[in-house]
């Protein structure tokens, strides 16, 4: 038995990551252009190869300043790292955790993700879906994305941590 492919549904999907600033508050970002290629075999996607890729420089904050700010040297390197990419090693079904190789500025580092699977479906014109929520926590400065800056109150403008969440519509290939 062959795998089926699975590809992006991007008008219902969406990867986003948050990070605290000031300690404070929380700010919310994306990327617009991504994608993500899937080959399974079985229905619970226990044995599937994912691999996923963002544009860094389709980062968007809502905030053009600071946008440009993280798609320079001091995170992304967006003009020397086009891209980064997750690509999965595991996926535990059973226990719905995804683990892979993240790599950003050229750097890979294995991370694990929790990956709630929505189901298999059909829509209304006949077309199979299927639905993942991911959701995670990476320490930004492992892949080289040190910037920062002291506040006068202590602590730093930026948290190390960076929570990960993800909506991902996959359609199945005809």
Known sequence: ?????????????EIQFKVKHMMIATVTGGFD????????????FSDA?????????????GSEQRDGHLKSADFFDAENHPELKFEATNYDAANGKLAGN?????ITKPVTL?????GVGKDPWGNTKAGFTLSGKINRKEW???????????GVLVSEDVRI??????????
């Open 114 to 118: 929790d990956a709630e699977f929505g």
């Open 33 to 44: 252009k991504f994608d993500v290629q899937v080959a399974a075999e079985k229905e619970d």
């Open 102 to 106: 993240l790599t950003i500025k050229g």
């Open 144 to 154: 080289g994305l040190n910037w920062n800056a002291a506040l006068e109150t202590g």
């Open 165 to 174: 969440l993800g909506e991902i519509q996959l359609a199945k290939a005809a």
């Open 1 to 13: 038995m062959s795998k089926t492919k699975w590809a992006l549904d991007l008008a219902h999907s």
């Open 49 to 61: 190869e994912i691999a996923f890729t963002a544009e860094t420089a389709s980062i968007n904050t």
